[in-house]
């Protein structure tokens, strides 16, 4: 076994950004998302992801703006922590260590200080009991703070955010339970419930999903699962509370919200509608229709001026106030299942697999982003649970990317099922594909593989598929049989064969397309697509084939199958004969299309092991043992941009091509090398510049916020890159041009000691020039010392000395000349820092 | 925000055969005019001259039509007998035929009586013919024998008795006086030259000759015999060019059209088939309702006239054309006096601001209903469309689409007696349909679900019921013959295929079956 060291699993993009409601800054201009283990902030206008605020280390549970600074946005996550981040500049201000899985966080302006969060009532066991709790966060200039003043506000809440709401001006919380209403005073502090039956007359469930309050006068609304939204009012007192009902949905309301004003009610459910009441006249509605996926989370911006709402497909719509979309931020959809194997656009080397319904998507994983969807059932989308929807189930791209073959299906009942397989032509004009032909009904029975031929020269011509119905069929692009100079070329079959009525498998064709492998049951079948002749057949019984393989390069006369008997059997197409058999439960077979590399997938005791091999020796390159648990059915080598050039053995592997698999838990997850992990990081490390300079007065000022800083563990990594070594005279005016001007001293303070500085620094003026282009790169930097921090300095100017010792004794580069002049500038600074206390 | 998405309508093979250029030229003919002769039409000649009138030889007469009248414009009836083969001089001011009782008759065009009778011939004369000089006449006789004989001195020139049967067809050169083609029941052509007294080719086409055609370039000889066309090289010495077999009947007749692309033949299987003349298939086919004995097309295709053995003569009249109809329609149009700038016209200028408008996108009105959610609306829509439109796969597609939607029970139930039976007659209309078969199953089960309990209220809708039933069990009866016919061809082509021994290493049974033939295009099976 090869040592796998320095190869890492990692998480590579495409994570959730529909999980919670997201967050819009005040000015519109931002969008604050919680996706996976981190905060993404995008740009509204133009939809790119700005920041991405890490810190948190388990799932982020929910994202907020601070109401007392609109600068300042809170998250929390079910590691236990509260984060305040400042979004604009995408850095951490301060983490608040709460202790208990945090579900949700609300917060309101009239309670200064205090956030609330959804916790689960018992921190032992997996309850479903949660509880709303009031967290005093502590005032205090440190960046990692333990809230330890935890108040119980209301017990057994819904661990869904959506069901808890804070009333007018912060007045109330409300909370929907599954058949309850909980209002809770704050002033009074007292609690109302208000109850509803478990069904109406009518057969709708009365089961609350979701609330609102209205900002401006004692209004709650209430979403439900038949589709009707309540409206509370009057609800004061304990017995003469009014509701009135509203109801144009036909199945639950996900979401609802009220603009600022409280003008308008927005709602929306599986429908993908956004529905728009006015408030007061509910009979005027507006509608936003075919927005996608159902509708999850709508969130209003604090302006008024955006809505957005957050879909299942993974997406994130912008909608102006006057009902129109205005951008859309669309994550990788992953939706309840990938039916299509992850495939990889020869073209634009996107990462294709079927995304919203009836959709392809093109997933570019260089930028993270969703290229496009490609419409493949070009039908209207009808949301609704329960119905049967034609799904695309199978893809493949040709070699040179010009053709595209989609089959998509519906119904899985054999008796009834809807076939088609759909072929489509790259335009160039238009840079899409292009439909050219619809087979309906290719098959009689669904289809188990698709494939074409390996083409250098990017002329496919040909398409096999092959079906439960016991055929494999090999498609023709042709001209029509009646020859119409007008009419262009399309597809039709060419060739139907099958082989003792078993049901084919899987085919594949050898690197150089001359010869086509389809397995039937534990029999594979070597056919020439020449003529179509059957060459041979190959077997080692028992078990059947699971997955196929032809190997390439200087590989390509062996063919390679695993079967469910747990056996990989390689077989030399030249003699015919076996090559070699391993035993190993090999759940997917792929193989690089750029070198002769081989990755198998195993499973193992109920985790998946990777071994990458040549086919040409049975001993792996490369293995890597228990990458996840369950077992991995898609993957895919991605070429690379740039070819790496690493020669270590057990990582050459990655040089050409990088290999992207789907856990079962539907993260994509690649490998890296170590070498291409330092080289990311130092190219993100290259916009944080060094804040390790060397000593001045200013420094010894600003001593106790860089230990500060030191000590936090977050900062840490960001702060680990060789000192840049600075002449000392010129740090001083550096230090001092970059401070943001309402922290520092007065002028009359600094003045002095600025023209001294200036006054040393005289032999070296290119230096201090050269600085002072750099500072507008460290400003940057040096935002992050919000007020509160800077207060805690200021007062506390005592410690500085000491500080200041220390920091000499570290810097072991000073010259004697410079130290002659430090000591003569401490002399000075004691004087005026002495003034200074005394006043 | 995606748009409505319409309703996709599938595109279906055409069944039958494909619209070509030709079939489009050669169905843009009016519906036929129908003539009652006296006796079969043996001979149809145009006029070489405008106004192009056409002559009809049938039993004892001879009629003159003008080109569009639809009444004789001059009839020649100075026949002792069945009168054959009149034909126009290439001035058109004379005619000439020949006669059962073997005289041959000249007629100036505008008399009645025969200028001339040339009488020389023992036995009927089926052939007459001017040479190209106009001074001359070629005759072929039963006799065996044929005939050059001078118009103005109405003396026999000269006599060929080399045939050795019927002489039944015969053709002058345009491009020189003195050649001239006969066809003979003695399956043989020869070709003479007027300066020697003997035939200078013969060719032997295999069956009696009944026609014959020479090119306009006249390389080219085009005999009809038997069930064969054959054409035939006359610069390479009569070399056979190519032989066509599409009649299933003898070729009786020949045609040509305007320039000389397509070839006619009229044949007494009752088809006029047309050939391409430089790939010699068969690219147009026109039925009648009888046996064809002759054949004719007017000048630049303007009318083709078939005779039959049921006495009947055929025109058929081309349409104007497009365009023609196209300048007729301008010239009606009233002069306008004022000019509107239209704002479509209007180019926008570099620095303006432009508005854009959201572009209305147009729906179908089933299309409108189904947005709405409309489901039984948007089906009666549908059916009015594919109706109106004859295109059953619009309403096929919506049924489809409302299937896919699960509304299919909604839009069907709650329909009164005229609702249901227009509902039943696309039914009928369309169940058997092999490309709409699959889809209709299911909404005609779920008729007879939701009407059953009604069934015997209406003698409307039970009729029609009954109707489907019988349809459908007919279509059982043809679907069960198919697979026996199926089973019987897959045992031919397993025991026409050679058994292949496969060099496997793994398993040593046999080869397994392979069907060379496209299952796209094998007809589909439904069991109902």
Same mark, same amino acid.
């Given at each position: 076994m090869v040592e796998h060291g320095d190869v890492r699993v990692v998480h590579k993009g495409g994570s959730k950004i529909n999980f919670r409601e997201p967050a819009l800054s005040i000015d519109s201009r931002f969008l604050l998302c919680a996706s996976g283990e981190c905060v993404k902030v995008f740009s509204t206008?133009?939809?790119?992801?700005?920041?991405e605020l890490q =810190?948190?280390?388990?799932?982020?549970t929910g994202v907020l703006l601070r109401p007392s600074n609109h600068l300042q946005a809170y998250s929390c996550s079910l590691d236990g922590t509260v984060r305040l981040w400042d979004f604009t500049d995408g850095i951490p201000i301060r983490t608040y260590v709460i202790g208990y899985p945090i579900h949700g966080i609300y917060a309101s302006?009239?309670?200064?200080g205090v956030i609330f969060i959804i916790t689960p009532?018992?921190?032992?066991t997996n309850s479903e009991l949660f509880q709303l709790v009031a967290v005093h966060?502590?005032?205090? /200039?440190?960046q990692l703070v333990e809230a330890r003043e935890l108040s119980a506000?209301?017990?057994?809440?819904?661990?869904?955010?959506?069901a808890t709401a804070f009333g007018r001006e912060g007045q109330y919380i409300v909370s929907a339970k599954p058949l309850e209403l909980e209002v809770y005073f704050f002033k009074k502090q007292k609690s109302y419930s208000f109850y509803l039956k478990k069904d109406n007359q009518k057969g709708g469930k009365n089961t609350f999903t979701c609330i609102t309050c209205h900002p401006t006068e004692d209004c709650i609304a209430s979403g439900h699962e038949d589709g009707k939204i309540r409206l509370w009012r009057n609800f004061n007192h304990k017995k003469e509370y009014t509701y009135s009902t509203l109801h !144009?949905?036909?199945?639950?309301?996900?979401s609802l919200r009220f603009t600022p004003e409280g003008t308008n009610l927005l709602s929306g459910g599986v429908e993908s509608v956004l529905v728009q009441w006015r408030y007061n006249q509910e009979s005027q509605r507006d509608f936003l229709p075919?927005? =996608? =996926?159902?509708?999850?989370h709508i969130s209003v911006s604090p302006d008024g001026a955006l809505f957005c709402t957050s879909h299942s497909d993974n997406k994130i719509t912008i909608i102006q106030?006057?009902?129109?979309?205005?951008a859309v931020i669309q994550g990788l959809v992953k939706g309840? =299942?990938?039916?299509t194997d992850l495939m990889i656009?020869?073209?634009?080397?996107a990462l294709v697999l079927n995304g919203k319904p009836g959709h392809l998507q093109f997933y570019s994983l260089q930028r993270d982003k969703l290229l496009f969807n490609l419409d493949i059932v070009q039908q209207e989308y009808?949301?609704?649970? /329960?119905l049967q929807q034609f799904e695309v189930v199978m893809a493949a791209f040709d070699a040179g990317g010009s053709w595209l073959a989609t089959v998509e299906e519906r119904k899985q009942k054999d008796a009834e099922l809807e076939l088609s397989l759909k072929l489509w032509a790259f335009d160039d004009r238009r840079q899409s594909f292009v439909l050219n032909t619809t087979i309906s009904a290719p098959h009689e029975a669904q289809i188990t593989a698709l494939c074409f031929p390996h083409v250098s020269d990017g002329q496919t011509t040909m398409l096999v598929s092959t079906s439960r119905d016991g055929h494999f069929k090999a498609w023709q692009l042709a001209?029509?049989?009646?020859?119409?100079?007008?009419k262009g070329l399309s597809w039709s079959c060419d060739f139907v064969g099958a082989y003792h009525s078993l049901v084919p498998e899987r085919c594949c064709f050898s690197a150089d397309s001359s010869l086509l492998a389809v397995s039937f049951q534990e029999v594979v079948t070597v056919w020439t697509?020449?003529? !179509?002749?059957?060459l041979t057949t190959l077997s080692q019984p028992p078990g059947a084939i699971r997955d196929l393989c032809f190997g390439r390069?200087?590989?390509?006369?062996y063919l390679l199958a695993a079967t469910t008997s747990k056996l990989l059997c390689c077989w030399n197409l030249l003699t015919c004969s076996l090559e070699w058999v391993t035993s190993m439960d090999v759940s997917l077979l792929r193989a690089d299309p750029l070198s002769e590399n081989m990755a198998a997938f195993c499973f193992e005791a109920g985790s998946t092991d990777l071994f990458v091999f040549k086919?040409?020796?049975?001993?792996?390159?490369f293995s890597h043992k228990?990458?996840?648990? /369950?077992?991995?059915?898609h993957a895919v080598f991605a070429p690379r941009e740039v070819m790496l050039e690493s020669c270590d053995e057990s990582s050459q592997w990655l040089n050409s091509s990088q290999l992207f698999f789907l856990s079962p838990s539907m993260d994509l997850l690649t490998f890296i090398t170590k070498a291409e992990e330092d080289r990311l990081m130092a190219s993100n490390k290259q916009l944080v510049v060094s804040d390790?300079?060397?000593?001045t007065p200013f420094h010894l000022l600003l001593g106790k916020h860089q230990k500060q800083q030191q000590d936090n563990p977050q900062q840490e990594s960001s702060q680990s890159v060789e000192p840049i070594p600075q002449p000392s005279s010129s740090a001083g005016i550096n230090e001092l041009l970059q401070m943001p001007a309402h922290v520092l001293p007065s002028a009359s303070f600094l003045c002095s000691m600025f023209v001294q500085s200036l006054l040393i620094s005289v032999k070296d003026p290119s230096a201090s020039e050269q600085n002072k282009e750099e500072e507008e790169m460290e400003s940057e930097k040096e935002e992050e010392d919000s007020d509160g921090e800077m207060e805690s300095r200021i007062s506390r100017p005592e410690h500085m000395p000491s500080g200041g010792q220390e920091s000499v004794c570290a810097a072991?580069?000073?010259?004697k000349e410079e130290a002659r002049k430090l000591r003569r500038l401490k002399k000075l600074d004691h004087s005026w820092m002495k003034g200074l206390l005394d006043k | 925000m995606a748009s409505y998405k319409p309703t996709k309508i599938p595109v279906y093979p055409k069944l039958g055969e494909k619209v070509t250029g030709d079939t489009l030229y050669w169905k843009n003919y009016k519906t036929p005019i129908q003539i009652k002769e006296f006796? +079969?039409?043996?001979n149809i000649d145009f006029s070489p001259?405008?106004?192009?009138n056409f002559a009809v030889t049938a039993f004892t007469r001879i009629h003159l039509y003008g080109?569009?009248?639809?009444?004789?414009v001059k009839t020649y009836t100075?026949?002792?007998?069945t009168a054959y083969c009149g034909r126009f001089r290439s001035d058109g001011q004379l005619l000439v035929a020949g006669c059962e009782d073997s005289v041959v008759r000249l007629f100036d065009?505008?008399?009645?009586? +025969?200028?001339r009778m040339f009488k020389g011939h023992t036995k009927a004369v089926h052939v007459t013919d001017f040479t190209s000089d106009r001074y001359q006449i070629l005759t072929g006789s039963d006799d065996y024998t044929c005939c050059l004989w001078d118009i103005?001195?109405?003396?026999?020139?000269n006599t060929y008795q080399?045939?050795?049967?019927?002489?039944?067809c015969g053709v002058t050169s345009k491009l020189n006086r003195d050649l001239f083609v006969t066809g003979s029941y003695d399956h043989s052509l020869k070709v003479f030259d007027a300066?020697?007294?003997?035939?200078v080719m013969t060719i032997n086409h295999?069956?009696?000759?009944?026609s014959l055609l020479l090119y306009p370039s006249e390389g080219l000889l085009v005999s009809a015999g038997g069930r064969y066309v054959r054409v035939w090289d006359l610069l390479k010495?009569?070399?056979?060019l190519v032989s066509l077999k599409n009649h299933h009947k003898t070729v009786t007749c020949l045609a040509l059209s305007k320039n000389g692309q397509r070839l006619l033949s009229g044949s007494l299987d009752r088809h006029v088939k047309v050939y391409?003349?430089?790939?010699?298939?068969?690219v147009h086919n026109f039925d009648y309702p009888a046996a064809i004995l002759s054949l004719a097309l007017a000048p630049k295709d303007k009318s083709i006239v078939v005779g039959m053995t049921n006495s009947i003569l055929n025109i058929k009249h081309q349409k104007p054309s497009e365009k023609a109809k196209a300048t007729a329609g301008h010239a009606r149009r009233r002069p306008s006096y004022r000019v509107y700038s239209h704002r479509k016209r209007y180019n926008p200028k570099l620095d303006d601001y432009l508005v854009s408008k959201p572009v209305r996108e147009h729906l179908a009105k089933y299309d409108k209903q189904l947005k709405k959610f409309n489901v039984s609306k948007a089906l009666d829509r549908a059916l009015e469309a594919g109706t109106k439109a004859r295109k059953p796969e619009i309403t096929v597609a919506v049924i489809k689409e409302l299937d896919r939607r699960g509304t299919l029970k909604n839009a069907l139930a709650g329909r009164d007696e005229q609702e249901l039976s227009q509902l039943l007659r696309f039914m009928i209309g369309n169940l058997i349909d092999a490309r709409f078969a699959p889809v209709l199953i299911t909404p005609a089960e779920m008729i007879l679900d939701i009407y059953q309990s009604v069934i015997g209220q209406s003698p409307v809708v039970d009729k029609q019921l009954l109707h489907l039933q019988s349809l459908l069990e007919r279509e059982l009866d043809y679907q069960k013959d198919l697979l026996e016919v199926l089973g019987m061809l897959d045992t031919l082509f397993a025991s026409s295929l050679p058994k292949m021994e496969v060099p496997c290493s793994g398993i040593s049974t046999s080869n397994g079956l392979t069907l060379g033939?496209?299952? +796209?295009?094998r007809p589909q099976v439904q069991v109902t």
């Amino acid at each position: 076994m090869v040592e796998h060291g320095d190869v890492r699993v990692v998480h590579k993009g495409g994570s959730k950004i529909n999980f919670r409601e997201p967050a819009l800054s005040i000015d519109s201009r931002f969008l604050l998302c919680a996706s996976g283990e981190c905060v993404k902030v995008f740009s509204t206008s133009t939809e790119e992801c700005l920041h991405e605020l890490q =810190g948190h280390t388990d799932l982020v549970t929910g994202v907020l703006l601070r109401p007392s600074n609109h600068l300042q946005a809170y998250s929390c996550s079910l590691d236990g922590t509260v984060r305040l981040w400042d979004f604009t500049d995408g850095i951490p201000i301060r983490t608040y260590v709460i202790g208990y899985p945090i579900h949700g966080i609300y917060a309101s302006a009239k309670h200064e200080g205090v956030i609330f969060i959804i916790t689960p009532m018992h921190t032992d066991t997996n309850s479903e009991l949660f509880q709303l709790v009031a967290v005093h966060l502590p005032q205090s /200039g440190e960046q990692l703070v333990e809230a330890r003043e935890l108040s119980a506000v209301l017990s057994n809440v819904s661990s869904n955010p959506a069901a808890t709401a804070f009333g007018r001006e912060g007045q109330y919380i409300v909370s929907a339970k599954p058949l309850e209403l909980e209002v809770y005073f704050f002033k009074k502090q007292k609690s109302y419930s208000f109850y509803l039956k478990k069904d109406n007359q009518k057969g709708g469930k009365n089961t609350f999903t979701c609330i609102t309050c209205h900002p401006t006068e004692d209004c709650i609304a209430s979403g439900h699962e038949d589709g009707k939204i309540r409206l509370w009012r009057n609800f004061n007192h304990k017995k003469e509370y009014t509701y009135s009902t509203l109801h !144009w949905h036909h199945s639950a309301v996900s979401s609802l919200r009220f603009t600022p004003e409280g003008t308008n009610l927005l709602s929306g459910g599986v429908e993908s509608v956004l529905v728009q009441w006015r408030y007061n006249q509910e009979s005027q509605r507006d509608f936003l229709p075919r927005l =996608g =996926g159902a509708i999850t989370h709508i969130s209003v911006s604090p302006d008024g001026a955006l809505f957005c709402t957050s879909h299942s497909d993974n997406k994130i719509t912008i909608i102006q106030s006057c009902v129109k979309v205005s951008a859309v931020i669309q994550g990788l959809v992953k939706g309840d =299942g990938i039916r299509t194997d992850l495939m990889i656009d020869p073209r634009s080397k996107a990462l294709v697999l079927n995304g919203k319904p009836g959709h392809l998507q093109f997933y570019s994983l260089q930028r993270d982003k969703l290229l496009f969807n490609l419409d493949i059932v070009q039908q209207e989308y009808i949301h609704e649970s /329960g119905l049967q929807q034609f799904e695309v189930v199978m893809a493949a791209f040709d070699a040179g990317g010009s053709w595209l073959a989609t089959v998509e299906e519906r119904k899985q009942k054999d008796a009834e099922l809807e076939l088609s397989l759909k072929l489509w032509a790259f335009d160039d004009r238009r840079q899409s594909f292009v439909l050219n032909t619809t087979i309906s009904a290719p098959h009689e029975a669904q289809i188990t593989a698709l494939c074409f031929p390996h083409v250098s020269d990017g002329q496919t011509t040909m398409l096999v598929s092959t079906s439960r119905d016991g055929h494999f069929k090999a498609w023709q692009l042709a001209a029509p049989a009646h020859t119409e100079a007008d009419k262009g070329l399309s597809w039709s079959c060419d060739f139907v064969g099958a082989y003792h009525s078993l049901v084919p498998e899987r085919c594949c064709f050898s690197a150089d397309s001359s010869l086509l492998a389809v397995s039937f049951q534990e029999v594979v079948t070597v056919w020439t697509p020449a003529s !179509w002749e059957l060459l041979t057949t190959l077997s080692q019984p028992p078990g059947a084939i699971r997955d196929l393989c032809f190997g390439r390069l200087s590989c390509s006369k062996y063919l390679l199958a695993a079967t469910t008997s747990k056996l990989l059997c390689c077989w030399n197409l030249l003699t015919c004969s076996l090559e070699w058999v391993t035993s190993m439960d090999v759940s997917l077979l792929r193989a690089d299309p750029l070198s002769e590399n081989m990755a198998a997938f195993c499973f193992e005791a109920g985790s998946t092991d990777l071994f990458v091999f040549k086919p040409c020796e049975p001993r792996p390159l490369f293995s890597h043992k228990a990458l996840c648990s /369950g077992r991995v059915t898609h993957a895919v080598f991605a070429p690379r941009e740039v070819m790496l050039e690493s020669c270590d053995e057990s990582s050459q592997w990655l040089n050409s091509s990088q290999l992207f698999f789907l856990s079962p838990s539907m993260d994509l997850l690649t490998f890296i090398t170590k070498a291409e992990e330092d080289r990311l990081m130092a190219s993100n490390k290259q916009l944080v510049v060094s804040d390790d300079v060397a000593m001045t007065p200013f420094h010894l000022l600003l001593g106790k916020h860089q230990k500060q800083q030191q000590d936090n563990p977050q900062q840490e990594s960001s702060q680990s890159v060789e000192p840049i070594p600075q002449p000392s005279s010129s740090a001083g005016i550096n230090e001092l041009l970059q401070m943001p001007a309402h922290v520092l001293p007065s002028a009359s303070f600094l003045c002095s000691m600025f023209v001294q500085s200036l006054l040393i620094s005289v032999k070296d003026p290119s230096a201090s020039e050269q600085n002072k282009e750099e500072e507008e790169m460290e400003s940057e930097k040096e935002e992050e010392d919000s007020d509160g921090e800077m207060e805690s300095r200021i007062s506390r100017p005592e410690h500085m000395p000491s500080g200041g010792q220390e920091s000499v004794c570290a810097a072991p580069t000073l010259t004697k000349e410079e130290a002659r002049k430090l000591r003569r500038l401490k002399k000075l600074d004691h004087s005026w820092m002495k003034g200074l206390l005394d006043k | 925000m995606a748009s409505y998405k319409p309703t996709k309508i599938p595109v279906y093979p055409k069944l039958g055969e494909k619209v070509t250029g030709d079939t489009l030229y050669w169905k843009n003919y009016k519906t036929p005019i129908q003539i009652k002769e006296f006796g +079969a039409v043996s001979n149809i000649d145009f006029s070489p001259v405008a106004p192009y009138n056409f002559a009809v030889t049938a039993f004892t007469r001879i009629h003159l039509y003008g080109p569009l009248s639809q009444e004789p414009v001059k009839t020649y009836t100075r026949f002792k007998d069945t009168a054959y083969c009149g034909r126009f001089r290439s001035d058109g001011q004379l005619l000439v035929a020949g006669c059962e009782d073997s005289v041959v008759r000249l007629f100036d065009v505008g008399g009645k009586v +025969a200028l001339r009778m040339f009488k020389g011939h023992t036995k009927a004369v089926h052939v007459t013919d001017f040479t190209s000089d106009r001074y001359q006449i070629l005759t072929g006789s039963d006799d065996y024998t044929c005939c050059l004989w001078d118009i103005p001195n109405s003396v026999k020139l000269n006599t060929y008795q080399e045939h050795t049967d019927y002489i039944r067809c015969g053709v002058t050169s345009k491009l020189n006086r003195d050649l001239f083609v006969t066809g003979s029941y003695d399956h043989s052509l020869k070709v003479f030259d007027a300066r020697t007294d003997k035939s200078v080719m013969t060719i032997n086409h295999g069956h009696p000759v009944e026609s014959l055609l020479l090119y306009p370039s006249e390389g080219l000889l085009v005999s009809a015999g038997g069930r064969y066309v054959r054409v035939w090289d006359l610069l390479k010495g009569g070399q056979p060019l190519v032989s066509l077999k599409n009649h299933h009947k003898t070729v009786t007749c020949l045609a040509l059209s305007k320039n000389g692309q397509r070839l006619l033949s009229g044949s007494l299987d009752r088809h006029v088939k047309v050939y391409n003349t430089t790939t010699y298939k068969v690219v147009h086919n026109f039925d009648y309702p009888a046996a064809i004995l002759s054949l004719a097309l007017a000048p630049k295709d303007k009318s083709i006239v078939v005779g039959m053995t049921n006495s009947i003569l055929n025109i058929k009249h081309q349409k104007p054309s497009e365009k023609a109809k196209a300048t007729a329609g301008h010239a009606r149009r009233r002069p306008s006096y004022r000019v509107y700038s239209h704002r479509k016209r209007y180019n926008p200028k570099l620095d303006d601001y432009l508005v854009s408008k959201p572009v209305r996108e147009h729906l179908a009105k089933y299309d409108k209903q189904l947005k709405k959610f409309n489901v039984s609306k948007a089906l009666d829509r549908a059916l009015e469309a594919g109706t109106k439109a004859r295109k059953p796969e619009i309403t096929v597609a919506v049924i489809k689409e409302l299937d896919r939607r699960g509304t299919l029970k909604n839009a069907l139930a709650g329909r009164d007696e005229q609702e249901l039976s227009q509902l039943l007659r696309f039914m009928i209309g369309n169940l058997i349909d092999a490309r709409f078969a699959p889809v209709l199953i299911t909404p005609a089960e779920m008729i007879l679900d939701i009407y059953q309990s009604v069934i015997g209220q209406s003698p409307v809708v039970d009729k029609q019921l009954l109707h489907l039933q019988s349809l459908l069990e007919r279509e059982l009866d043809y679907q069960k013959d198919l697979l026996e016919v199926l089973g019987m061809l897959d045992t031919l082509f397993a025991s026409s295929l050679p058994k292949m021994e496969v060099p496997c290493s793994g398993i040593s049974t046999s080869n397994g079956l392979t069907l060379g033939e496209s299952t +796209a295009s094998r007809p589909q099976v439904q069991v109902t």
